[in-house]
């Protein structure tokens, strides 16, 4: 009886150890409620923003055109009179769909540190940045010094979502055909795991992570993944960031669909044929002919 009592306890552990392990690798066996994570992402950053502080004086004497490495500290001891973070940033809104296609509020923080002098990108474009990614224990998950193109819609929507908060750099060619830039603009976002990997863990981030991310934006090119004249920023139709409107249900995306409204006359014939920068409208219903099958 007693051999049986030890096996039942060791099995007993090695169940809460395996249980843990499956969550640490993202392998949970029901996802979190997104109502009930938002809450406790958000009172995490906030501690974070109120208690941190980052290198702004080292940004301030830095040159337009130098990378500077974004360190963030502690306020306290001889930083303690230090500005904390929660009084450098903007609050911002998003709705994120849960598992039940539900829309959830959620809340992210964008710093701005740089202005920049060019245009911003959109969250659908193709960007030229350097960045830095963070835990909020300041683990370094990710990380490029060397500028690298990436597109946007292929990130996660913290990442994309700080895109229009960014300006673009000023730029010259040199005669070995390689580029300086200058005045680029830098950003950092904080952002709740609902808008990172949330349940998935992804190697060094263990699931239900809040996320920093740090982008130099050098240059950017507006997209139009599937070339049929649209921008890729405007096959948002309902506007909601996931890019998933499917206006003919045929399994396409309009951002990658020549024909958005699967009527056999390919969007870029009816998008804007007057070039007068309105989407056509030849019935008059309020349906651009690019999305009116009729």
């Known amino acids: 009886m007693k051999y049986y009592k030890f096996n039942l306890l060791v099995l007993f552990v090695l169940f809460m150890i395996f249980s843990c392990e499956e ?5 949970v066996s029901q996802v979190r409620d997104y109502n009930e994570q938002k809450t406790t992402d958000n009172d995490s950053i906030l501690y974070f923003l109120n208690t941190m502080f980052y290198n702004y004086e080292e940004y301030e004497s830095s040159g337009n055109n130098e990378l500077v490495d974004f360190k963030i500290d502690t306020i306290q001891g001889e930083n303690s ?6 009084d450098m ?3 911002i809104s998003f709705s994120v769909r849960d598992n039940n296609e539900d829309y959830v509020d959620h809340k992210a923080y964008v710093l701005q540190i740089r202005e920049g002098m060019g245009d911003s990108p959109t969250v659908a474009d193709s960007v030229f940045v350097t ?4 835990l909020l224990n300041l683990y370094e998950f990710d990380k490029t010094q060397v500028p690298i193109w990436l597109e946007s819609l292929t990130v996660v929507k913290g990442f994309s979502s700080l895109m229009p908060y960014l300006k673009s750099a000023t730029y010259q060619i040199n005669s070995d055909g390689t580029y300086d830039f200058d005045n680029f603009g830098t950003a950092a976002i904080f952002f709740p795991s609902a808008l990172g990997y ?4 992804q190697s060094a981030i263990p699931p239900y992570s809040p996320l920093i991310f740090v982008v130099d934006l050098h240059t950017f090119n507006q997209t ?3 070339g049929d004249s649209v921008p890729s920023y405007l096959e948002d139709i309902d506007s909601n960031r ?9 399994g396409l995306p309009n951002y990658r669909d020549l024909d958005d409204d699967g009527d056999g006359v390919p969007t870029r014939q009816e998008y804007d044929i007057n070039n007068d920068g309105i989407p056509d409208d030849s019935d008059g219903d309020g349906t651009p002919d690019y999305l009116d099958d009729n």
């Open 81 to 86: 009179d230090k500005t904390p973070l929660i």
């Open 89 to 91: 940033v903007q609050e």
């Open 242 to 250: 996931y890019f998933d409107d499917d206006t003919d249900d045929d």
């Open 224 to 226: 139009d993944h599937d």
């Open 198 to 201: 949330y349940s998935r863990a």
């Open 131 to 134: 960045y830095k990614g963070m």
């Open 23 to 27: 969550e640490r690798l993202g392998f």
